[in-house]
């Protein structure tokens, strides 16, 4: 029953798990996709085309081109899937307008405590400067968040065991030199010839020369 209930947890939380995943990138996309798609439609507000860009306008929106086109490229040099480059972009945009929006809120819940309502002066002072303020931070964050290779790579320490051979002490060089056969002297070196005679050999050789003399 035990095994039953520990498998169905299992079950039950790897499946909760994978929906919150999924609902988290799906928000953190919705919102970094909104914030980029907003930063071309606050210039181009009266719909007048490129006329009515100004050379701000027209530079904010060329750096945001090239860092985007940097991202992907710095990425694709370090061999990144595609989708570890887009977690990494969607979570940078996102973080950015979810804390730009947070303080926002707060300049906006600051204005209500002070004078009790807010006014359109308010809206319009922060409009002013909410899109160009909003625009470098994104451009720098999205630069800030490129891939990039190591400054400085360390090498790979090799086992200097292999490279350099152990030093044995004088001590055992000097025992095994001992112990060692001269090659010369043992190749030189013939076995002796057997120049005695034992006591039987000599009986036997006496009794052989008495008994040719006997004959003789």
């Known amino acids: 029953m035990k095994s039953i209930l520990n498998v169905l947890d299992i079950l039950l939380g790897h499946i909760a798990a994978g929906i919150m995943t999924f609902l988290l990138y799906l928000s953190l996309g919705v919102v970094a996709i909104f914030s980029l798609v907003s930063i071309p439609i606050d210039f181009f ?35 990144w899937t595609k989708w ?40 319009t002072t922060v409009d002013k400067f909410d899109t160009y303020i909003f625009s470098i931070l994104v451009i720098l964050v999205i630069y800030a968040a490129a891939p990039l290779p190591k400054l400085w790579q360390k ?8 490279d350099t051979p152990i030093k044995q002490p004088d001590s055992v060089l000097q025992t095994s030199s001992t112990l060692e056969p001269d090659s010369q002297t043992t190749s030189n ?15 036997q050789a006496d009794s052989i020369s008495n008994f040719a003399q006997g004959k003789l």
């Open 155 to 162: 090498e790979k320490t090799e086992d200097k065991s292999t």
């Open 189 to 203: 070196k013939q076995p002796e010839s057997v120049s005695t005679l034992t006591p039987q050999t000599e009986q």
């Open 45 to 79: 507000e009266y719909g007048a085309g490129i006329s009515e860009l100004d050379l701000a306008e027209i530079g904010l929106i060329s750096c945001l081109c090239i860092v985007i086109w940097r991202f992907y490229r710095r990425g694709n040099q370090l061999n």
């Open 84 to 123: 570890q480059m887009l977690r990494r972009f969607v979570f940078t945009v996102s973080s950015m307008a979810l804390l730009l929006s947070s303080l926002a809120l707060i300049g906006i819940w600051d204005e209500v405590s002070n004078k009790g309502r807010l006014e359109l002066e308010f809206f």
